[in-house]
């Protein structure tokens, strides 16, 4: 009987193992197409070589996210897609994907604000089947921050216990 019990709770860790795997590709590639920030600041502290281009210091660099997360050249052609499993391969670069800033100034609140996206998500899953409105039309805006021009117009329908 214990045999069966351990068979059982292994083939369930397997599972959700599994089930955060693709979570966690989900979330990466919705990060990918709309990242919290846009943009970030940079400014170089010391006279640096960057190619052929002599960089001085203080120089003030502006990193657009939504260009390098949309670069054909790093994601492919079907870049405006979403697809989650491109997340499965490995990046050729460290830089092409870095949706909270990256190196020593990336975002302190990145782990807490991908845990509370998927305690949110489980929540929402549990009680709830959604569907995208017929009269949504995807429109991104650049404010702020990457956000639907219309809303997001989402259809709730209770999961009955």
């Not at 959700?16 to 990918?32: A, C, K, M, W």
């Not at 660099?61 to 499965?88: C, K, M, Q």
């Not at 050729?92 to 998500?121: D, T, W, Y």
Request: aromatic share 12%.
């Amino acid at each position: 009987m214990l045999f069966y019990i351990i068979i059982i709770l292994n083939f369930l860790l397997l599972i959700s193992r599994f089930l955060i795997l693709q979570v966690n590709l989900i979330l990466n590639e919705t990060l990918r197409l709309y990242p919290p920030a846009t943009m970030l600041m940079r400014q170089a502290s010391k006279k640096v070589k960057l190619g052929t281009l002599d960089i001085p210091a203080g120089t003030q660099f502006y990193l657009s996210l939504t260009a390098v997360h949309h670069d054909t050249d790093i994601w492919g052609e079907d870049v405006s897609e979403f697809n989650p499993l491109r997340f499965n391969e490995s990046r050729n670069h460290l830089a092409s994907f870095f949706p909270f800033g990256i190196g020593p100034r990336i975002c302190v609140g990145q782990n807490l604000a991908i845990v509370e996206a998927k305690i949110v998500l489980a929540m929402l899953i549990k009680h709830y089947s959604f569907i995208v409105s017929p009269t949504y039309v995807h429109a991104p805006m650049l404010f702020i921050s990457l956000q639907p021009q219309f809303g997001a117009q989402i259809l709730f329908r209770r999961i009955s216990n």
